[in-house]
Nanobody
């Protein structure tokens, strides 16, 4: 099994920044893509960002382009989400995801973390 442990969530004022981290452990894969999703109260889970195995290709939801940046450190089996210019509508539980392939499938990643709460106050 794969364990994904998110950290870095919290309460921040609008316009502020946070950095989320997600460390993978347990079963190892030769290659794996990682990503971030979020779920706001009363809404469905939505894709936020993804990064391929080598880290040279990233994708973002339109709502976070230019404000969020995803990166990874394969030596640490960790993916990061640097969030800037945060808005109240970014408030959600943020989930880390892992797919044992070179590019993450945003429709159905195989492994999920437990989530970390991000709250942006106005």
């Amino acid at each position: 099994q794969v364990q994904l442990a998110e950290s870095g969530g919290g309460l921040v004022q609008a316009g502020g920044s946070l950095r989320l981290s997600c460390a993978a452990s347990g079963r190892t894969f030769f290659i794996y893509a990682m990503g971030w999703f979020r779920q706001a109260p009363g809404k469905e889970r939505e894709f936020v960002a993804a990064i391929n195995w080598s880290g040279d290709s990233t994708r973002y939801a339109d709502s976070v382009k230019g404000r969020f940046a995803i990166s990874r450190d394969n030596a640490k089996s960790t993916v990061y989400l640097q969030m800037g210019d945060l808005k109240p509508q970014d408030t959600a539980v943020y989930y880390c995801a892992l797919d044992p392939k070179s590019v993450l499938d945003p429709s159905a990643p195989r492994y999920w973390g437990q989530g970390t709460q991000v709250t942006v106050s106005s």
